[in-house]
T-cell receptor
Framework: KNEVEQSPQNLTAQEGEFITINCSYS?????LHWLQQHPGGGIVSLFM???GKKKHGRLIATINIQEKHSSLHITASHPRDSAVYIC?????????????FGKGTKLSVKP | DTAVSQTPKYLVTQMGNDKSIKCEQN?????MYWYKQDSKKFLKIMFS???????INETVPNRFSPKSPDKAHLNLHINSLELGDSAVYFC???????????FGPGTRLTVL
């Protein structure tokens, strides 16, 4: 079982819909990254959160530490939101940490 | 001005060759990483470097060796390339004060 599990694996939505992508993680993960990988391949960090909620534009990320669960929400989705969204847990080992990645959620927003 | 840059963007080579991928960051970050993204788009950590010291070395073949000439650079050298090494390799960097990582554009390696 992967230390970071995402769902759904694929998601198709109509423009304007509210979208939720879920991420569950195991013990030892101290913080969560949400990353966006564009169709062209580039990776952008959207959020890093260890508690609570963060908002940037139409994107909202929440994390529940007790339940070891995080969600990424997109309001008023647009075709340009089509991308792969990756949840990554930050695990500390020794003096440094590294990211453990989920398998990604491929989002396609239709006009 | 690109924060994290990689060269080359594409690399096509024959089995058995030795190749290097270069990574540079101009963010003044202390830690740099190499990740491999396989054909199923799954990302996995390969190496991280902090102040020129290897900190994490996940179980990758010893044909892969990271080399850091200075804090701003972390190059990836691969000996005796194999078909299974074909993937996209991403470099990233992180400041000590934050857990946010900044990714390079990736290098698509194809081994024939």
């Amino acid at each position: 079982k992967n230390e970071v599990e995402q769902s759904p694996q694929n998601l198709t939505a109509q423009e304007g819909e509210f979208i939720t992508i879920n991420c569950s993680y195991s013990v030892g993960i101290s913080a969560l990254h949400w990353l966006q990988q564009h169709p062209g391949g580039g990776i952008v960090s959207l959020f890093m959160l260890s508690s609570g909620k963060k908002k940037h534009g139409r994107l909202i990320a929440t994390i529940n530490i007790q339940e070891k669960h995080s969600s990424l929400h997109i309001t008023a989705s647009h075709p340009r939101d089509s991308a792969v969204y990756i949840c990554a847990g930050y695990r500390w080992g020794g003096s440094q940490g590294n990211l453990i990645f989920g398998k990604g959620t491929k989002l396609s927003v239709k006009p | 001005d690109t924060a994290v840059s990689q060269t080359p963007k594409y690399l096509v080579t024959q089995m058995g060759n030795d190749k290097s991928i270069k990574c540079e960051q101009n963010l003044g970050h202390d830690t740099m990483y190499w990740y491999k993204q396989d054909s199923k788009k799954f990302l996995k950590i390969m190496f991280s470097y902090n102040n020129k010291e290897l900190i994490i070395n996940e179980t990758v073949p010893n044909r892969f060796s990271p080399k850091s000439p200075d804090k701003a650079h972390l190059n990836l050298h691969i000996n005796s390339l194999e078909l299974g090494d074909s993937a996209v390799y991403f470099c990233a960097s992180r400041a000590m004060s934050t857990d946010t990582q900044y990714f390079g554009p990736g290098t698509r390696l194809t081994v024939l």
